[in-house]
């Protein structure tokens, strides 16, 4: 890959490289692992520890992007000194929580934007700067992927999905954003919604399914469409067909909108 971007200390002299690889794939409730490639200057550089911060853009209720970090590690070995010309090679592997947004369903990239983002301090009284920024490519669960094939046998296809800065009501929740799934009608009929939200609140038993007609312009979940749910276990993929819990939701859905 190469290295990607030159940070001076202080000193030109000191200037050293740093680029940050991850090692893929990687999914929610699973691990992320990779690399920090540091070169040396024309001078010995101390360095106390490179840190990596992984985040998420979302949107807030004022509508404007922001990013939420989710999840840091500290890459190993710290503590030591980069010598001048040479080449160092630290490594980290950090546990993601399961309510990690995914960026991509099926190899298809979904618009929501994760990122890792490397941060070098030299000593102790050092607040550190930010040396480098990845894309990181979150794949979705396989339980993800037999729910929503449910939802397209129904007739609704995910087009998108975005990340919004809301807590879900009456779940336990570690971060205060979710990530809701835009799925469009491929076959509209009378009161079908022509889009619905999907939003999934994984842990490590399963997830509980969270369906709605969409509302992708308002923030706040209590202020969205009336919502239903169901559960879905992880070993439960391959053994069960979720399509009789979504064509439950979908007319629930229907009577609820025509009251």
Not at 71 to 79: Q, T, V
Not at 159 to 171: H, L, N
Request: proline residues 7%; charged residues 30%.
């Amino acid at each position: 890959m190469g290295f990607k971007r030159l940070f001076g200390i202080g000193d030109p002299d000191q200037a050293i490289e740093v680029d940050t690889q991850i090692l893929g794939p990687v999914y929610p409730g699973g691990d992320v692992k990779g690399e920090v490639l540091l070169r040396g200057g024309s001078r010995d550089t101390p360095i106390d520890a490179v840190y990596l911060r992984m985040t998420v853009r979302y949107t807030n209720y004022n509508g404007e992007e922001c990013d939420y970090e989710f999840d840091s590690c500290c890459a190993r070995p710290s503590g030591f000194t980069l010598r001048k010309g040479k080449e160092q090679r630290l490594t980290f592997c950090e546990r993601l929580p399961w309510e990690t947004p995914v960026s991509e369903l099926g190899g298809r990239a979904l618009g929501v934007v994760l990122s890792v983002k490397s941060r070098l301090r030299r000593d102790w009284n050092d607040e550190g700067a930010d040396v480098d920024n990845d894309l990181l490519h979150i794949s979705a669960l396989p339980l993800h992927e037999a729910v929503l094939e449910a939802f397209a046998e129904e007739g609704y296809y995910c087009d998108s999905a975005y990340v919004v800065g809301s807590y879900i009501p009456e779940v336990e929740q570690r971060h205060g954003f979710h990530q809701s799934f835009v799925l469009t009608d491929r076959s509209p009929g009378p009161g079908r919604p022509e889009q619905l939200e999907v939003v999934f609140h994984t842990n490590v038993v399963g997830a509980l399914v969270h369906v709605r007609r969409a509302a992708p312009d308002e923030r706040a979940w209590d202020r969205k469409p009336p919502v239903r749910r169901f559960p879905a276990a992880h070993h439960e993929v391959g053994h069960v067909s979720w399509r009789p819990q979504v064509r439950k939701a979908l007319e629930e859905l229907v009577l609820i909108d025509g009251r």
